[in-house]
């Protein structure tokens, strides 16, 4: 098996840039989607395949990925992206479908 | 539009039995697998399992296989999660999610029900 390894928080301030990480030892191999969660809601997608953005996600929502580390990039973060963020990643055989332990961003 | 809409709130107790359900719609449901997704209270996301409908094809996480059954009727667009016997440390709650294929075979998942909140307590 396989794990997914994120901090528990990340904080910026209105405007900056929030950066959150994702480290696994398959994901040079494996892609990494990350999902939003706000407070009582579920999940939304904001991004897939790596660096894909689903319609509907605002551009200030981007993803990367560099050997062991994933990384959702939140370019002049709002009050409203305020939420717990996942990554996510399975080989393409689906036996090992895995949920890092998610991070929660704060903007204030 | 796609949507998935979940069963209403549950409160149990001990013992009971209990089958929780996600209607489909705005897409072809049987062309889809449709997975269950817990997360108990100020918790992460867990993956339970999920079901194909065009051949009933099932496949569990270790972690939930024997504890819980999944099945859907494809007749009606409708996924189920199903409890012989709950415990207290079922409470929490579940999403149902498609779970479609992109490239390079790497499956994710794309649209979430609202989730169902599973309380159990003597």
């Known amino acids: 098996s396989f794990e997914l390894t994120q901090p528990p928080s990340v904080s910026v301030s209105p405007g900056q840039t929030a950066r959150i990480a994702c480290s696994g030892d398959?994901?040079?191999?494996?892609?990494a989607y990350w999902y939003q969660q706000k407070s009582g809601q579920a999940p939304v997608l904001v991004s897939y395949e790596d660096s894909k953005r689903p319609s509907g996600i605002p551009e200030r929502f981007s993803g990367s990925s560099s050997g062991t580390k994933a990384t959702l990039t939140i370019s002049g973060a709002q009050v409203d992206d305020e939420a717990d963020y996942y990554c996510y990643s399975t080989d393409n055989t689906d036996n090992h479908v895995v949920f890092g332990g998610g991070t929660k961003l704060t903007v204030l | 539009e796609v949507q998935l809409v979940q069963s209403g709130a549950e409160v149990k107790k001990p013992g009971d039995s209990l089958k929780i359900s996600c209607e489909g719609s705005?897409?072809?449901?049987?062309?889809?697998?449709i997975a269950w997704v817990r997360q108990m209270p100020g918790k992460g996301l867990e993956w339970m399992g999920m079901?194909?409908?065009?051949?009933?094809?099932?496949r569990y996480s270790p972690s939930f296989q024997g504890q819980v059954t999944i099945s859907a009727d494809k007749s009606i667009n409708t996924a189920y999660l199903q409890w012989s016997s709950l415990k207290a440390s079922d409470t929490g709650m579940y999403f149902c999610?498609?779970?479609?294929?992109?490239?390079?075979?790497?499956?994710?998942?794309?649209?979430w029900g609202q989730g169902t909140q599973l309380t159990v307590s003597s």
């Open positions: 398959a994901l040079p191999k494996q892609f």
């Open positions: 705005g897409y072809s449901f049987s062309s889809y697998w």
């Open positions: 079901f194909y409908p065009p051949d009933s094809n099932i």
């Open positions: 999610a498609r779970y479609r294929g992109g490239v390079g075979g790497y499956y994710y998942f794309d649209y």
